[in-house]
């Protein structure tokens, strides 16, 4: 039996953002790619661009890493 992967990639959300677990905890909503590579970062797991691909470490569910929101962010200052 295949063990799951650690990190988990959720569909996209209503307000854009997917939730980020790492094994089974949510460390929080990623809004691009490069937020996904910083939760890795902080995990102590690998955070290269190429690890995006790689099915043991990630499961992404409701589309692979290009599928994001076209909903502009707001970012508060």
């Known amino acids: ?17 997917r939730v980020v677990t790492v094994r089974g905890e949510r460390v929080g909503v990623a809004y691009h790619l490069l937020d996904v590579l910083e939760f890795l970062r902080r995990a102590g797991l690998p955070e290269t661009d190429t690890v995006v691909d790689d099915p043991e470490l990630i499961e992404w569910r409701g589309g692979g890493p290009d599928v994001w929101s076209d909903r502009p962010q707001r970012h508060d200052r």
Do not use: N, T
């Open 1 to 17: 039996m295949a063990e799951e992967a650690p990190v988990v990639i959720h569909a996209v959300s209503s307000d854009g953002g």
